[in-house]
């Protein structure tokens, strides 16, 4: 459904000071949509708009808000408007704030926290960056296995307001051991005096604090799961995480993987709050490294120099053959890299990849060298050995473009490296310098330079 207030209506209610108005009708929104209209007002717009806000509908709305935006919120509210704002806070959002402050807004925002929003925040914080623990919400439902369905709905209504999600309640022992989960939808259809043990699912599928965010979005996808349980060592329930958080990190990797795939160090920030210098940093350094590594290509040049120069129409064909393996490899590293982020491609799969990467390489350049050579002989009038010498090469060099593309990505992930990296720019300055290498080494052959 279209949000029912638009960005000039509340231009205009603020110009005309019909407060109580716009109040009104930002309390009907969506929280998102309401953060989205805040983004599109100036700094002294924004704070006007943020402090009309109704109290409990203030703090949801920050947590959708930029943090540059946060920032700028913050720096102007009291003392008691910031404490409405972080007690009422989920603590991943709060931590997720407090990560992306500077050193005194912090020191403002836990000034002014209730001791268990300190509590939870610092609990939070201990876990490494990128990891389920660092991600996860410690406001859930908990239950004792002996507790009837009645008394668990008595819970919930006392405790579920200030819990991230009631669906999916959590079965725990004396020690805080997770037992099972059991969801609403169960308590409300069962006998109110049935205890919780009895109809519990037990077998639960639970994620541990250090597993690797991206991993944790891979077990949601799996299952199919809105909310998964965090356990520690001792499989104690220290927390869940939901799947918002989990389209989060989605956006996250997959931003990540297409700069790290564009030879761009990665940012987390938007394309248009990066500064010029900034973005500049975030380039050069592997436009650097490229253009050193392309040297190779040079090299390559002046050792068959000679050679070239005795038969110079061959250097007309260059450009077409170094950008055919390029795009050849191009092709099969962004396919091997995403069934590597998918988890279907592991490194036992090392040979049967090489074999199909192989026959499709063989099958390409067998096609694209018979429309060439037809090109040549009719269109470009080069002499029969001329086109078998750039056809030759250029089943050669997609050959090796697809092995190269296909396997740099998995060697990557072997290592430790993130496959990513190991996409188009590196590989076609690898394959650009093969390519020719291929190109002048079969050249000498045929045509005796």
């Known amino acids: 459904m279209e949000q029912d207030l638009t960005l000039e209506e509340v231009l205009e209610l603020l110009a ?48 959708y808000m930029e943090p540059e935006n946060q920032q700028t919120v913050i720096k102007a509210l009291s003392d008691r408007e910031t404490a409405n704002i972080i007690n009422n806070l989920m603590a991943d959002d709060a931590t997720d704030l407090l990560e992306e402050m500077p050193a005194n807004m912090v020191k403002k925002i836990l000034a002014n926290a209730n001791a268990e929003t300190r509590r939870d925040i610092n609990h939070l914080l201990r876990y490494p960056e990128d990891s389920a623990g660092s991600i996860m919400t410690v406001e859930y439902v908990d239950l004792k296995e ?32 997770l037992l099972g989960t059991v969801a609403l939808r169960y308590l409300l259809l069962s006998d109110p005096q049935e205890k919780i043990g009895n109809i519990m699912h037990e077998n639960v599928i639970a994620l541990g604090t250090l597993m690797d965010q991206e991993a944790v979005a891979d077990q949601f996808k799996k299952y199919d799961f809105t909310t998964m349980p965090v356990v520690d060592n001792e499989n104690r329930l220290v927390g869940i995480i939901t799947v918002d958080d989990i389209m989060d990190i989605m956006v996250e990797e997959t931003t990540e993987d297409m700069e790290k795939m564009a030879a761009i160090v990665p940012s987390d920030k938007p394309y248009m709050r990066t500064g010029i210098f900034e973005t500049f940093k975030k380039r050069i350094p592997w436009l650097l490294l490229l253009m050193v590594s392309a040297t190779f290509t040079g090299a390559i040049l002046t050792r068959f120099e000679d050679a070239l120069s005795a038969c110079a129409v061959l250097i007309a064909f260059i450009p077409m053959l170094m950008d055919t393996g390029g ?17 279907e491609i592991e490194y036992r799969d090392v040979p049967k990849v090489i074999f199909k990467e192989a026959r499709v390489a063989v099958l390409c350049g067998v ?14 009038k080069v002499g029969i050995m001329v086109a078998f010498v750039v056809c030759i ?9 697809m092995l190269v593309g296909c396997l740099l990505p998995i060697g990557a992930k072997r290592i ?11 590989i076609t300055t690898i394959v650009d310098a093969l390519s020719l290498l291929i190109y002048c080494s079969v050249a000498r052959m045929l045509l005796g330079l």
Request: proline residues 2%.
């Open 16 to 63: 005309t000071k019909q407060y109580t108005k716009l109040r009104q009708s930002l309390a009907e929104l969506n929280e998102a949509d309401v953060a989205a209209l805040l983004e599109e007002l100036n700094e002294e717009q924004l704070l006007r708009v943020f402090r009309i806000l109704p109290k409990d509908l203030a703090a949801d709305v920050f947590s």
């Open 146 to 177: 002996n507790l009837t369905v009645e008394g668990a709905i008595a819970r919930i209504r006392e405790v579920g307001l200030d819990s991230e999600t009631i669906n999916v309640c959590y079965v725990l022992d004396a020690q805080r051991r």
């Open 327 to 343: 795009n050849a490899g191009g092709q099969a590293s962004v396919t091997v890299i995403r069934g590597l982020s998918l988890g």
């Open 367 to 380: 096609c694209l060298a018979a429309a060439n050579f037809v090109k040549l002989l009719l269109l470009d």
């Open 393 to 401: 090469t250029l089943v050669a060099a997609v050959l090796m473009a």
């Open 416 to 426: 430790g490296f993130d496959p990513a990296v190991m996409a188009s720019p590196f």
